[in-house]
């Protein structure tokens, strides 16, 4: 029998995966904090349910991809949550990036009322949410997954079972510090070809396929020569990633020397109130230092 699925966070990258999960064939239900983000679901065929609750009561898997960890809880234990609703032998698949401690004590918490849970966090940006080309990084039971398994295809490309619970959150925290890094080298080396004077456009043609190549170079660097800020993650929401990648080292005593000094380069972003935009926009805290911008060139 096709499994029920509900999915609750329309945002940026929830919006692509529940339009997938439905062309795929489920049965699929939808809850969003503003309505009116649902409406193209709803047109498509989703059930648009009334609250998390009342959504998880007639679902059997719930996906959750909403903002941080404090929202991920009010989701599940806030008034008329998942938690109130959903069935024994239901199965939570938290595909959001929130503390790797406190996804452990959420999944211990829906335990005792019979109901599994996921933690499988997402990388790729809104390009692989709307191709289904995700990369996800799961963690808890192996039975669980291999249940989640038929669904997660249809939203991502790369899905692999990483550990015990907590452990998918501890790998997307890894991967955003490859990520920032990614952004960091890129927004120098654009510098300094700028300030050099070639071509940046044959300049990035050259070195995206060799050895320097990455998905932020690839994706995000034309958007930097065109000056397109449109976010595929926003400096804010990398910001917070970055701050549960800091306070997970702290827990842990690993030294980030280089992701500390990212987050403060992001906060100054932040606090010109452009913590909407991209978070390849990394590249205006390098211009504001060195007194010059990427010159724009043409689509």
Not at 175 to 193: K, R, T
Request: charge should be negative; hydrophobic fraction near 45%; aromatic fraction near 6%.
């Amino acid at each position: 029998m096709t499994e029920r699925i509900g999915f609750i966070g329309i945002g940026i990258m929830g919006h692509g995966m529940a339009h997938n999960i439905l062309n795929a064939g489920f049965p699929l239900s939808v809850w969003n904090r503003t309505p009116g983000k649902t409406d193209s679901l709803r047109q498509a065929g989703a059930r648009e349910a009334g609250s998390p609750a009342e959504l998880a009561a007639e679902s059997d898997i719930i996906f959750i991809c909403v903002s941080d960890t404090a929202d991920v809880e009010a989701v599940l234990f806030g008034d008329q949550g998942v938690s109130a609703g959903a069935r024994p032998g239901s199965l939570v698949i938290d595909c959001s990036t929130i503390s790797p401690s406190a996804t452990r004590q959420f999944a211990s918490r829906l335990a005792t009322r019979g109901v599994a849970m996921l933690d499988a966090p997402i990388s790729g940006g809104s390009e692989g949410a709307a191709r289904g080309t995700l990369s996800i990084m799961v963690g808890g039971e192996s039975a669980d997954f291999e249940r989640a398994l038929p669904v997660l295809q249809a939203v991502g490309k790369q899905i692999t079972h990483v550990g015990p619970s907590g452990a998918g959150q501890t790998v997307k925290l890894m991967n955003q510090i490859l990520v920032v890094g990614h952004a960091l080298a890129m927004s120098e080396a654009f510098m300094f070809a700028q300030a050099s004077g070639v071509d940046l456009a044959k300049a990035l043609e050259a070195v995206r396929a060799g050895a320097a190549g990455s998905w932020m170079l690839s994706f995000r660097g034309p958007q930097i020569l065109r000056r397109d800020w449109r976010p595929g993650f926003t400096i804010d929401l990398q910001q917070k990633d970055l701050r549960l990648v800091l306070e997970a080292a702290d827990d842990i005593g690993a030294p980030l020397p280089g992701v500390s000094i990212i987050f403060q380069m992001y906060r100054t972003l932040q606090a010109q109130g452009l913590g909407g935009e991209g978070n390849h926009a990394l590249i205006k805290a390098f211009e504001h230092l060195a007194g010059y911008q990427i010159q724009p060139i043409a689509d």
